[in-house]
């Protein structure tokens, strides 16, 4: 006679009850052969299910041993108990635990899935699987659409789809209606017949009757056994199949043999239910794995879109982090390439003399040693082109009854190339007016408003400049934003501003364009040295378009960094919103946790699968940022036109990476976690 297929040797389980150990199974010595339908009875609390479990691979025995097949189960490792459960074991429970949010041959297919069978024959099977348990019509169907008997037949075909050598069933008809409990038992008889082991669970002593051996436990020991018949597994006297005990076999673990009889229509077309004869093997290497990540992509696909306002309050976060970080950076590079390309405009070969030592000295109004005399003197040099001295000045300002203060600016006529103005109406002035000291006027828009409210042509009116009268030429508009009040400008050649305007000499800079044929740094040594031997002390500083350039730039990498750093908190907040769902959705579904490891999910496929959920939020999550920051771009460009925002790939992609690496961080406590749990409590709990 073979060995038998469970042999359970001493097998005990306790658990620790705080100061107390309770001994639930106790030292249980059982062998169960291949093709045997056994029915475990006992009360409530006697240990059945407990032993069900240790059976089934969900849980682990205290003490004691179990060899399936030959093989010690007890040492081996989860991956490879996960196989077993997989490969060999199909699952019948009372509350059928089918997976609500999947129709009939999606719960189906489930074991395949993790045993790595291509989808389409996973599919084709399920299907077979179905319409041979008389469930052809409701494969599309999800459970909360199907009656009880259906749900159990739906968890029937789950439990053959990889083979399903050993049925466990525990109650399996404690939730069913008779007619039901009868059909439902009708159906083990004749897989039985087909070959498969059988264990049930009951305390229903009519479906006990039926079994061919039938085995009592009490308080966690075996109180009696009626035994295996000789001659391997027993007659059967409720089979609806004719036995044929003598064919049946003990299907190795490779699981190829069969007991295959009965063969009808529906059959063939299913394949045969045997055990283990056209399971689809298990399979492994790079293909599967892509498929068990495209299963893992789908699962969590579903999982979202069932939660659909919840998944996106929980990406909530991310978005908004996501699409401020692409906002600002986009906001910083464009400020700072418009402001470059002004400073290209003025040419490379400046030097700007500014009274003070340095940007922002607040003493620099009061220094008034920056005069017209130094312009004079800069301009005899061999080295500079030209010279254009910038005077301003506080002014009253009216025409007719209108009378208010302005920026009166005395410029040379480079001023306006820099691009910081562009011409609105008339004229601007040149080098004449500058030598002759002309009378003529520039308004800026805030002038233009104050002193022309009507609209009126300004060309050719005069404005007062205190008692002097100015003609005026034309109109500008500013290129760039500009914040804070808008004080009226008008600009004035800087000759008429220092001689008949402010009768002031002093000025607020020169600006050198140095000749093509000296260096830079010569030029700005020299100029370095004329003044300071004018002035006598350093009361003024220089600047070069590349100092201004640099100053610039690194001011606006540091405002990028510090509200790219705010963002990045957001972003962190938003990460552990998403954990924090993630976690209850762990809790949520551990029900579902419990049946998928039950059906043979390894810890792996779970990790993977609460993984890929938590990548899959934050990825979509920004995504929906980075088009928000590109929606917010092109909003804020029709607006306003002197704002300009400069998306760049790089940044695209450094926030789709930043999202997925928040996904993967926060995703990984709560997956571990749902990997962790225990199938036993997983599956009762309720
Ligand atoms: P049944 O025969 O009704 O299926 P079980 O095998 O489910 O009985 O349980 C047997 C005993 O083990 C019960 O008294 C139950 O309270 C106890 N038990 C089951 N699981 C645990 C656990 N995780 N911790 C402590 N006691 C448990
Ligand atoms: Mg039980």
């Known amino acids: 006679?073979?060995?038998?297929?469970?042999?359970?040797?001493?097998?005990?389980?306790?658990?620790?009850?705080?100061?107390?150990?309770?001994?639930?199974?106790?030292?249980?010595?059982?062998?169960?052969?291949?093709?045997?339908?056994?029915?475990?009875?006992?009360?409530?609390?006697?240990?059945?299910?407990?032993?069900?479990?240790?059976?089934?691979?969900?849980?682990?025995?205290?003490?004691?041993?179990y060899l399936y097949a030959g093989q010690d189960v007890s040492a081996m490792d989860e991956a490879a108990r996960a196989r077993l459960r997989r490969a060999h074991f199909g699952f019948i429970f009372q509350r059928y635990q089918l997976l609500a949010d999947l129709d009939a041959t999606g719960n189906v297919e489930i074991p395949a899935i993790y045993a790595g069978a291509a989808p389409g024959a996973r599919r084709a099977r399920a299907t077979a699987l179905l319409a041979r348990l008389g469930l052809g019509e409701r494969a599309h169907h999800r459970p909360g659409a199907l009656s009880g008997g259906q749900q159990q037949r739906v968890s029937v075909a789950r439990a053959l789809m990889n083979g399903g050598e050993v049925i466990l069933a525990d109650e399996p008809t404690g939730a069913l209606d008779s007619r039901s409990g009868a059909e439902l038992m009708a159906l083990l008889h004749e897989l039985n017949a087909q070959g498969h082991t059988i264990i049930i669970v009951t305390h229903d002593p009519e479906v006990a009757a039926q079994a061919t051996r039938v085995v009592e436990i009490r308080d966690g020991r075996i109180l009696s056994d009626s035994g295996t018949p000789a001659g391997g597994a027993a007659g059967d006297p409720g089979a609806l199949v004719k036995d044929q005990a003598g064919t049946r076999r003990q299907a190795p673990l490779a699981g190829a043999e069969t007991g295959a009889n009965a063969a009808t229509a529906a059959e063939s077309e299913a394949g045969t239910f045997a055990a283990g004869a056209d399971a689809p093997g298990e399979r492994d290497g790079a293909l599967v794995r892509a498929g068990r990540l495209r299963e893992a992509l789908a699962m969590a696909l579903r999982a979202l879109n069932a939660h659909r306002l919840r998944s996106f309050l929980t990406m909530l976060g991310i978005i908004i982090g996501i699409a401020s970080v692409v906002s600002v950076v986009a906001l910083g590079q464009g400020s700072q390439q418009r402001v470059l390309e002004n400073i290209a405009s003025i040419g490379t070969n400046t030097i700007t003399i500014r009274a003070g030592t340095g940007f922002g000295d607040r003493r620099a109004s009061a220094i008034r040693t920056l005069t017209t005399a130094d312009a004079e003197a800069l301009a005899r040099e061999d080295f500079a082109a030209s010279v254009s001295p910038e005077i301003t000045a506080s002014q009253t300002a009216s025409r007719g009854r209108v009378s208010t203060s302005v920026s009166l600016r005395g410029v040379g006529p480079g001023?306006?190339?820099?691009?910081?103005y562009k011409t609105a109406s008339g004229t601007l002035f040149g080098t004449a007016a500058i030598d002759r000291r002309e009378q003529v006027a520039v308004l800026d828009a805030s002038a233009l408003g104050t002193f022309f409210p009507d609209g009126s042509d300004p060309v050719g009116q005069t404005v007062k400049i205190g008692k002097v009268p100015l003609r005026v030429i034309g109109t500008v508009t500013a290129a760039g934003a500009?914040?804070?009040?808008?004080?009226?400008?008008?600009?004035?050649?800087?000759?008429?501003?220092?001689?008949?305007?402010?009768?002031?000499?002093?000025?607020?800079?020169?600006?050198?364009?140095?000749?093509?044929?000296?260096?830079?740094?010569?030029?700005?040594?020299?100029?370095?040295?004329?003044?300071?031997?004018?002035?006598?002390?350093?009361?003024?500083?220089?600047?070069?378009?590349?100092?201004?350039?640099?100053?610039?730039?690194?001011?606006?990498?540091t405002l990028t960094w510090l509200v790219s750093a705010i963002a990045v908190i957001s972003l962190f907040v938003g990460g552990i919103g998403v954990m924090n769902i993630m976690l209850v959705s762990v809790t949520e579904r551990t029900k579902e946790i419990g049946v998928r490891v039950a059906v043979g999910a390894r810890r792996s496929d779970i990790v993977a699968q609460f993984l890929t959920e938590a990548v899959m939020v934050c990825l979509l999550g920004g995504l929906i940022g980075i088009a928000l920051a590109f929606g917010i771009g092109q909003g804020v460009e029709l607006l306003r036109s002197d704002i300009r925002m400069s998306y760049s790939a790089g940044a695209a992609l450094a926030a789709f990476l930043s999202s997925t690496l928040i996904g993967i961080t926060f995703g990984y406590l709560p997956a571990r976690r749902a990997a962790r749990l225990d199938p036993v409590v997983a599956l009762t709990r309720e």
Request: some cysteine; overall charge negative.
């Open 482 to 557: 500009s914040f804070g009040p808008d004080t009226p400008k008008i600009f004035t050649p800087w000759t008429t501003a220092a001689l008949r305007v402010a009768g002031s000499t002093t000025l607020s800079s020169i600006t050198v364009r140095v000749a093509d044929d000296t260096d830079m740094s010569e030029a700005e040594a020299r100029i370095q040295g004329l003044i300071l031997a004018r002035h006598g002390t350093q009361d003024f500083f220089l600047q070069n378009s590349d100092t201004i350039r640099e100053t610039i730039t690194s001011t606006a990498a």
């Open 1 to 65: 006679m073979a060995d038998p297929l469970i042999r359970l040797r001493g097998l005990t389980r306790s658990y620790e009850a705080g100061e107390q150990r309770i001994t639930v199974l106790d030292r249980v010595d059982l062998d169960i052969r291949a093709g045997e339908m056994v029915a475990i009875v006992g009360t409530s609390g006697s240990g059945k299910s407990t032993l069900m479990n240790l059976i089934g691979c969900l849980d682990r025995p205290s003490a004691g041993s």
């Open 415 to 420: 001023y306006f190339d820099v691009g910081a």
